[in-house]
């Protein structure tokens, strides 16, 4: 069984463009979480994501954004990039919502020159 | 809001010792607590996940419990190895939110 996939790997940008970042979960999984990892700091939730609606954001700025496709696939946009976007992304999927294993996938690391 | 916290938040360990991580949080109304481990620049590996209803669980040498009452949870590591060392986060599901709130996470060192 596949795991979560996310792409890129790697991703360099400069400060004021656009970064698209996209994950695919577990086939079967419906829930899509994103977070991010800065250097130093702890897991920041940023948005969860099921069966194609938005359910929930963290407390960031309206600059990012994502949707979730009918095959439950997700993408995050980061719009107008500034230097503290510079993180770790993570995505996680599980199934369905409430008590069952969140899945990571292996990251896509943001640099904001 | 739920918080989550662990301790200690670094530990540097002689292989073969047996640890103790802790995680606490302060809102009891929780689905689950999952336990991960995270090695450096990479994603997070799922460890274990006790469900709301259970005191523990085990897989191979790691015991996880909870005690929902007091906001503990706490991860047991016997016999630790160098292959160990990672930095190891608590999450927790809560109650009506669905969103896991993680620990700042404990940064393992185990040397030969």
């Known amino acids: 069984e596949a795991g979560v996939t996310q792409s890129p790997t790697h991703l360099i940008k400069t400060r004021g463009q656009q970064a698209t970042l996209r994950c695919s979960p577990i086939s079967g999984h419906t829930s899509v979480y994103w977070y991010q990892q800065a250097l130093g700091l702890g897991l920041q939730f940023l948005l969860w994501?099921?069966?194609?609606?938005e359910r929930n954001r963290g407390n960031f700025p309206p600059r990012f954004s994502g949707r979730q496709f009918p095959n439950y696939s997700s993408e995050l946009n980061v719009n107008a990039l500034e230097l503290e976007d510079s993180a770790l992304y993570l995505c996680?999927?599980?199934w369905g919502t409430g008590a069952n294993v969140l899945t990571f996938g292996a990251g896509s690391r943001l640099t904001v020159l | 809001k739920q918080e989550v916290t662990q301790i200690p938040a670094a530990l540097s360990v002689p292989e073969g010792e047996n640890l103790v991580l802790n995680c606490s949080f302060t809102d009891s109304a929780i689905y689950n607590l999952q336990w991960f481990r995270q090695d450096p620049g990479k994603g997070l590996t799922s460890l274990l996940l006790?469900?709301?209803?259970?005191r523990e669980q085990t897989s191979g040498r790691l015991n996880a419990s909870l005690d929902k009452s007091s906001g503990r949870s706490t991860l047991y590591i016997a016999a630790s190895q160098p292959g160990d060392s990672a930095t190891y986060l608590c999450a927790v599901l809560s109650g009506g939110s669905y969103i896991p709130t993680f620990g700042r996470g404990t940064s393992l060192i185990v040397h030969p």
């Open positions: 994501y099921d069966e194609g609606e």
């Open positions: 006790i469900q709301s209803s259970q």
């Open positions: 996680a999927s599980s």
